[in-house]
């Protein structure tokens, strides 16, 4: 096995639970986003995206506000600099796989 | 569930315009415009007019400023409730510092440029409303195609349509413009009001906090 297809094996797993790396991919693309739009956005329920949130803001890669807009509730959610290193590492990554992956099928 | 790295992107600069509240202010502004160019014809010969120009300076400079506070404060009250919140990307300081300076350049230029032609009405002067449709026709197809948002193709033939038949209608001078912006006006708020008619019936308003908070 080559040293990039290696490198599969040591993708970060908290980044790469399809879950998660949808949440991610919407953040990483706005400065921030409430829980209603990333529910929208990623077709999850409320209790699936309240857990994988807590993940990741455990790890430091997204910050959670608790605000109010008026007097509605309002959760903001916003990516950390080491959240958006993360997954610029983890977007390399699977771009170096899928690019050797193909050369291997173009060789074969 | 979408797994498309890029998408979430370009889903979220189509949210700006998803709800038609865009054309609804991009509509104000136009309505602005033609009461302007109506005033203007109207009061070509009174002191008024040197006072108006000096107005439209600051209505084109200020214009895209309008439009985005507008269209931030419909969708505050109408569509954030609804379908959720977002802030967009801010450029890294120097850059959109630039960006700033380079926009409010070009359209104190182009502002001024405009008043003195409109003032001075040289040779070629009806065809203001085509170059105008033309102009405003290419910015309306641009975000069409860069959103991905079909309605908005219509929106930018209407607006050729309109600056075309104005140059040749043989309207007293001044006049044009105004019919122009306000037929544009009403366009946009015909294709604003019906694209938030249809948004919030497909997207009630939540009856509990959206995220139970």
């Known amino acids: 096995m080559g040293t990039k297809l290696r490198s599969l094996a040591e993708v970060n797993r908290l980044i790469h639970e399809p879950s998660r790396s949808v949440i991610l991919a919407v953040l990483f693309a706005v400065e921030s986003a409430d ?40 959760t903001l959610c916003r ?5 958006r290193e993360a997954f610029k590492d983890y977007r390399k990554q699977l771009q ?7 050369l291997n099928r173009r060789r074969q | 569930m979408n797994h498309d790295l890029k998408e979430p992107g370009l889903r979220a600069a189509r949210y700006w315009y998803v709800d038609g509240t865009f054309e609804l202010a991009f509509g104000g502004l136009c309505l602005l415009l033609a009461v302007y160019f109506y005033a203007q014809a109207s009061l070509a010969d009174s002191w008024m007019a040197g006072l108006l120009s000096g107005l439209l300076v600051l209505v084109l400079i200020g214009g895209g400023y309008l439009v985005n506070r507008l269209t931030r404060a419909l969708k505050e009250r ?13 450029e890294p300081g120097k850059r959109r510092g630039l960006r700033i300076v380079v926009t409010f350049a070009a359209s104190a230029l182009s502002a001024g440029l405009l008043v003195l032609f409109v003032a001075g009405r040289p040779n070629g002067f009806e065809l203001m409303p085509g170059v105008t449709g033309l102009i405003f026709g290419a910015v ?7 959103t991905a948002l079909p309605r908005f193709y219509p929106l930018a033939a209407l607006s ?30 015909t294709f604003g009001g019906v694209t938030l008619w249809r948004y919030l019936r497909h997207n009630p308003a939540p009856a509990e906090a959206p995220d139970g908070h």
């Open chain 2, 160 to 189: 050729l349509v309109f600056g075309a038949g104005l140059s040749v209608s043989g309207l007293s001078e001044g006049l044009e413009l105004a019919a122009f912006y306000g037929a544009l006006s009403l366009v946009l708020f």
């Open chain 1, 79 to 83: 990516m950390t600099e080491e959240g």
């Open chain 1, 35 to 74: 829980f209603l739009y990333l529910q929208r956005e990623t077709g999850l329920t409320k209790g699936n995206l309240s857990v994988h949130l807590s993940r990741l803001e455990e790890a430091g890669y997204i910050s959670i506000e608790k605000t109010y807009r008026g007097k509605i509730p309002l």
């Open chain 2, 78 to 90: 109408l569509t954030y409730p609804r379908t959720g919140f977002v802030s967009y990307q801010r």
């Open chain 2, 140 to 146: 309306i197809a641009l975000i069409g195609y860069r």
């Open chain 1, 96 to 102: 170096q796989f899928v690019e050797q992956t193909t």
